[in-house]
């Protein structure tokens, strides 16, 4: 991976899981990644399983279970370690097979689902850690090249004709409804895909927090095309 690519004041590199997880952000930087080139068949895992739905979990039993090649038995062996090293930490990673997430299309305003860039909300201190291992990865936007959509005059006139309450509850309707974690880009704003194989670890909003919360997104679907990824 071109390292060049991730220049950008909120964007931290690292050159291994244990700064990863130890190192904290500062100033502007929301989001840490440990960029690799990692070997192994990630396809190999994808094309062993029948992915009726639009998305599964898989357990780390079956993915042991598989019988592999030795660059399928690489890659297994990578997301096995990354489960188990997460885990650790007190996460609970998810290993997820995704065709498509569920969207938010009929929203009355704007939608507020995972395509959508967005933050992620916890009420107590946390990270967002993920890896897309087979796939399109997730994007970034740096907060400077962003604002939210509550903020947009437009957007915001539609939220009080929708809401049509009192003056002093629309905030709370706003935070209530998780309007208020959803972002678009400035006219000169840019994403930042976060590439395969890297692991990264995302600023949420949380009480503690003292750095601005990752803004980011899930890429948009490809017909046929199936994500690996880790989540916690």
Known sequence: MITSAFTSPNIQLVSSFEELISRPFQAEQNAMGW????QGDFAELVQKFDLKDDLMNLEPEQLEQLNLSVSGQKARATILEDFIRLKALGSSP????IKKYSSDVNSLVFPRDVYSFHVDQSPIPTHTFLCTYYGPSSEVL???QAEKKVQVPELRHELQQLYQGADAGFETFLRDEFYDLHYQA???GRSIPLGTGNLWRLAVDHPESRVPPCIHRAPEDVQGQVRLLLIC
């Open 94 to 97: 998810n290993i997820n097979l």
């Open 142 to 144: 740096p907060n400077k």
């Open 186 to 188: 400035k006219p000169n």
């Open 35 to 38: 960029i690799r080139d990692l």
